[in-house]
């Protein structure tokens, strides 16, 4: 099980970024994945929750209506488009599933906001 997350960068105030978390060893369509984020200094933060076939998607409430979370089983890949990106949204994102009783996650992809 491998995922990698991409996507990440320098952008300014009400910009916009998509990442995405590409996965491998394993049918990522059959399980639900979550993104999260970790600020430098400040604990991790649960962002956005997709559901496997990508009928249920959940936020949390600072980026509520700014990101959206989707998925593209055929290239197991999943997305996370943020717009009208703000200073807050700094921090390092990364994914993770629960496969079975383990959680694998990524090594993160850096989102920088700032003018």
């Keep these: 099980v ?11 105030p009400g910009g916009s970024l998509r990442l995405s978390c590409a996965a491998s060893g394993f049918p990522l369509g059959r399980f639900s994945l979550n993104w ?5 200094g400040k604990g991790p933060e649960w962002v956005s929750r997709i559901t496997p076939v990508g009928l249920q998607t959940d936020y949390a409430d600072s980026v509520k209506g ?10 197991n890949t999943v997305y996370l488009q943020m717009d009208s990106l703000k ?21 993160g992809t850096q989102v920088t906001v700032s003018s």
């Design 87 to 107: 200073s807050d949204d700094t921090a390092l994102y990364y994914c993770t599933v629960l496969v079975g009783s383990t959680t694998y996650r990524g090594q």
């Design 2 to 12: 491998l995922l990698v997350e991409s996507g990440g960068g320098l952008v300014q």
């Design 36 to 40: 999260h984020r970790q600020a430098p």
């Design 66 to 75: 700014r990101f959206t979370i989707s998925r593209d089983n055929a290239k």
